[in-house]
């Protein structure tokens, strides 16, 4: 999991309120990004930030925002508009030069609304 | 956009056997293509990479093989242990983008 941490590593939340995970690296990395994994889905792109203070939406980005205030922080708020939030929610990192294309991941939050 | 197909979804394969996984991906333009192993309740671990100038990349049991004219890569480990029993995903970087598109993952089951 390298220097990716993400908290907590299981979430519980009741129908309607809104959650935040929390995503934090120390690899100087400049990029950060938010994958949602369900059985069988793979892992689909929610958002994404190539520096501080930008951010793009990725192919899922319908109920969630994003902030990116710190180089090493990339929180993701699940809000109340998220129809099926219950999924296992992986950050990851990358350097973000023109040959460093590797990303590493963090190791996950399970949120479950309830 | 980039789409990626990946086969099989389960393989169960003897302990000493070796195993493949297929990709396939349809932007003849993506140059980077990176397979992940993730085991239950974990984060993605990258286990290896190719760049599109390269045909071929191993790393002691483990190896990438890519055809840029079929669009297609492919995974092989030799020699499977139990230990190698974990989900496998492949993925294309996104020509302009610094984004990667997956695919659904492979379960490989090595038995002993």
């Known amino acids: 999991d390298g220097g990716i941490t993400q908290s907590p590593k299981y979430l519980f939340r009741k129908e309607g309120q809104n959650v935040t995970l929390s995503c934090e690296q120390n690899l100087n990395h400049d990029a950060m990004y938010w994958y949602r994994q369900d059985p069988g889905q793979g892992l689909r792109l929610i958002y994404y930030s190539q520096i501080v203070n930008d951010f793009q939406k990725g192919d899922i980005a319908e109920g969630y925002s994003v902030s990116r205030e710190k180089k090493e922080s990339f929180p993701l708020t699940v809000t109340s508009a998220q129809k099926n939030p219950t999924a296992f929610y992986l950050c990851?990192?990358?350097?973000?030069?023109?040959?460093?294309?590797?990303?590493?991941f963090g190791p996950g939050t399970r949120l479950t609304v309830l | 956009g980039e789409n990626v197909e990946q086969h099989p979804s389960t393989l169960s394969v003897q302990e000493g056997d070796s195993a493949v996984i297929k990709c396939t991906y349809s932007?003849?333009?993506?140059?980077?293509f990176p397979w992940y192993k993730q085991e239950l309740g974990k984060g993605p671990q990258l286990i290896i990479d190719i760049r599109s100038n390269v045909g071929e990349k191993k790393d002691q049991r483990i190896a990438v093989t890519l055809n840029k004219t079929a669009k297609h890569f492919s995974l092989h480990i030799t020699e499977t242990q139990p230990e190698d029993s974990a989900v496998y995903f492949c993925a294309a970087k996104n020509s302009g983008y610094s984004t990667l598109t997956f695919g659904k993952g492979t379960m490989l089951l090595v038995s002993p």
């Open positions: 990851a990192s990358r350097a973000g030069t023109s040959v460093a294309d590797t990303q590493y």
């Open positions: 932007d003849s333009a993506s140059n980077y």
